[in-house]
DNA sequence: TCCTAAATAAGAATAGTTCTTATTATTGAA
DNA sequence: TTCAATAATAAGAACTATTCTTATTTAGGA
């Protein structure tokens, strides 16, 4: 759950800095989660972080750190892990596949690919467990979006 | 949204023969739903195939469409777009990475690698609209749980 | 055809997340 | 440092996706 001393000292520098920039008022509760989140490697969820904000910060609402996270992900300080869709998505397709996503509209399409399939991985990966599968995500902006925004020029 | 007819039926023909070998009734509710599901190339959620299949089946309910999805994952018929947790977890590592994700416990870990960051995508992915980035998730079971399957025997 | 277990519809319940509103706190200005 | 304006917070209501409960219906074997 630990990570070195001076990555997090630099991602919350980044984090002030981000904050001063854009006007957005540093707040105790803004700096805790962030402290919190920035210093784990274990994906939490934000329950998880509440847990942990809450023995140091004993008022904070769950509702701030939603609101917390949201914000950093706006600021681009945070991801998630695996683009979220509000609801499951089913995929009757049983062949090993891959998948290209578009980030603006949330089109999914499969593809194939042996090469994909079998991928050549780090032994950092591999020292993690036994692996079973491994999926490709190619993250991008579908034609009917990119169309869209050629079309739709900015007054 | 179409797939090709004849993948259709043998996407049919397993999905009768696993019911049958199991002794799962074969309802009309299961048989539209799957249909309708199998069809679909859009991975559609839960709602979007209550939707459709109540054209057809004005009385189904939206559990029903549940249930049998589920069901229809449980025999292995069907699969999700991504890995699906319960709530979202973020993810603080603004390098580009990926993901080593144990399928037993949900433990997730980052890993890095430019070679994955740089895949050569087939052109099918390509075709689909620009591509931003590539995500590899790694899925498989973590060391500590390949260590609870070995000691606890089975009795 | 009849019987029985399994499956369904309907609606209540739950989990995760977001919204509303009254109160509090940050930050720039005096 | 104090003050004022405005943003941010806590609390709880509301909302959305999903699951559970129960009375009723149905598939499939005898």
């Keep these: 759950m630990i990570i070195h001393e001076d990555e997090l000292e630099k991602r ?3 984090f002030q800095k981000a904050l001063r920039d854009r006007g957005i008022k540093l707040t105790h509760q803004r700096l805790e989660i962030f402290r919190e ?3 784990r490697i274990d994906h939490p969820d934000a329950e998880a972080v509440y847990r942990s904000v809450k023995t140091r910060l004993p008022t904070v609402s769950l509702d701030t750190v939603y609101r917390t996270l949201h914000l950093l992900m ?9 683009d979220r869709f509000t609801s499951t998505r089913f995929d009757p397709n049983l062949k090993p596949h891959h998948h290209f996503l578009c980030v603006r509209c949330g089109l999914a399409r499969d593809f194939e690919s042996s090469e994909l399939d079998n991928l050549d991985l780090p032994e950092a990966a591999e020292g993690f467990g036994k692996v079973i599968d491994n999926n490709v995500v190619v993250r991008g902006i579908c034609n009917d979006c990119m169309r869209a925004a050629e079309t739709v020029k900015p007054r």
Excluded: P, R
Aim: charged letters at 5%.
């Design 12 to 14: 919350l520098g980044l």
């Design 74 to 82: 706006d600021l681009g300080l945070i991801g998630t892990l695996g």
């Design 37 to 39: 989140i920035a210093s």
